[in-house]
């Protein structure tokens, strides 16, 4: 199993930058890919950014402003964000995947809030 606990979010004024952390813990060696994904009130789960084997993948909303980075030494998983704006306001969750043994995972953190105010 993979736990995954994020940190970081909170109030911040449009324009301004926050950086969430996520610390891995578990079967750490079976994970694939890890990412970022975000809620909105009344939206469905997104894709936010993530990476698999140092290569990244972001979402076109945040190209250009979000930057996502892993410290695989120290299973830690980070998401600075730049240039914030009032829509990218949601719940942000940290995510892993990966096999045990044939077996696929998909595991989430808690989620950390990230408020945006115009």
């Known amino acids: 199993q993979v736990q995954l606990v994020e940190s970081g979010g909170g109030l911040v004024q449009a324009g301004g930058s926050l950086r969430l952390s996520c610390v891995a813990s578990?079967?750490?060696?079976?994970?694939?890919?890890m990412g970022w994904y975000r809620q909105a009130p009344g939206k469905q789960r997104e894709l936010v950014a993530d990476?698999?084997?140092?290569?990244?993948n972001y979402a076109d909303s945040v190209k250009g402003r979000f930057t996502i980075s892993r410290n695989y030494a120290k299973n830690w998983l980070y998401l600075q964000m730049n240039s914030l704006k009032p829509e990218d306001t949601a719940v942000y969750y940290c995510?892993?995947?990966?096999?045990?043994?044939?077996?696929?995972?998909?595991?989430w953190g808690q989620g950390t809030q990230v408020t945006v105010s115009s």
């Open positions: 578990g079967s750490i060696s079976s994970i694939n890919v």
């Open positions: 990476i698999t084997s140092g290569v990244t």
């Open positions: 995510n892993a995947r990966g096999f045990h043994g044939p077996v696929r995972y998909n595991a």
